[in-house]
């Protein structure tokens, strides 16, 4: 069973490696992490408040009855190419896997088949991740899947035994050709993620590194987005702003 907050699109990717491309999105529900210290407030349906990531939506169990369950991954294909036959685009549009926490999927067959389906089909397929958990790589079409790393930090007060899993870090970069690291960060947070992300640096092979203002609107990313671009520029990063919030906020299905 696949269980799906969303899927939309066509739209942009708004961050990464591909930002701007045309992508259509699956959205997974479920995550193992909570992410509270990046303070996005939000109301759960039963009327509790908490605080979380900007996609809380697809994180709390609590909204899991807004989620569809597929029985098998040939569903959510036909629900993508209704949405992949809108544009008459002359190549293969990029699928984005995200979250939630997709890879919490990955031993799932049907997950598998979705995956090795897309691949084979010729797209360029991204799966986002916050890359904590275990995972082998032992197929050819799942080393030519692009991962966007959002290695989590301190700041989002998750247990670093939890947040940073070197051994999957490791798996992923020595098996995938692009895939590549990138932190969400604030201005007020600076310095102890430079420590952190240099630390994590040290353990794993050389890759592309992303860093992104924190926030879910435009007028936070505005806040936060001269600082990060600052750091990375002094730290050889490189700055990747998060163009779908800018756009339309914390807007859904955009």
């Not at 809380?56 to 899991?64: C, G, I, P, R």
């Not at 960060?185 to 050389?206: H, Q, R, V, Y």
Request: charged share 25%.
């Amino acid at each position: 069973m696949l269980e799906i907050n969303e899927i939309f699109g066509p739209t942009i990717q708004g961050e990464g490696k591909l930002v701007g491309s045309p992508s259509v999105f699956i959205r997974f529900g479920k995550c193992n992490f909570k992410c509270e210290g990046f303070a996005v407030e939000y109301e759960t349906p039963s009327g509790v408040k908490k605080c979380a990531c900007d996609t809380y939506y697809a994180v709390d169990t609590e909204f899991k009855d807004t989620w569809t369950k597929y029985k098998s991954y040939e569903e959510i294909v036909n629900e993508v190419d209704k949405l992949i036959s809108i544009y008459p685009y002359n190549y293969k549009i990029d699928i984005v896997i995200t979250g939630g926490e997709p890879l919490l999927y990955w031993n799932k067959e049907e997950f598998q088949k979705l995956l090795e389906h897309y691949i084979n089909a010729g797209h360029k397929v991204t799966i986002e991740t916050n890359a904590s958990l275990n995972l082998n790589i032992d197929k050819e079409y799942q080393k030519e899947l692009l991962f966007s790393m959002s290695v989590k930090l301190s700041n989002s007060l998750e247990p670093i035994k939890k947040r940073i899993n070197i051994n999957t870090l490791n798996t992923i970069l020595n098996n995938t050709k692009e895939s590549y690291l990138k932190f969400v960060i604030g201005k007020d947070f600076l310095n102890d993620a430079k420590k952190e992300i240099n630390e994590i640096l040290s353990l794993i092979p050389k890759c592309d590194v992303y860093l992104m203002p924190l926030g879910d609107t435009a007028e936070q990313i505005n806040k936060n987005c001269e600082d990060v671009i600052n750091m990375s520029i002094e730290n050889g990063f490189k700055y990747c702003d998060r163009l779908h919030i800018r756009v339309w906020d914390n807007k859904r299905g955009v």
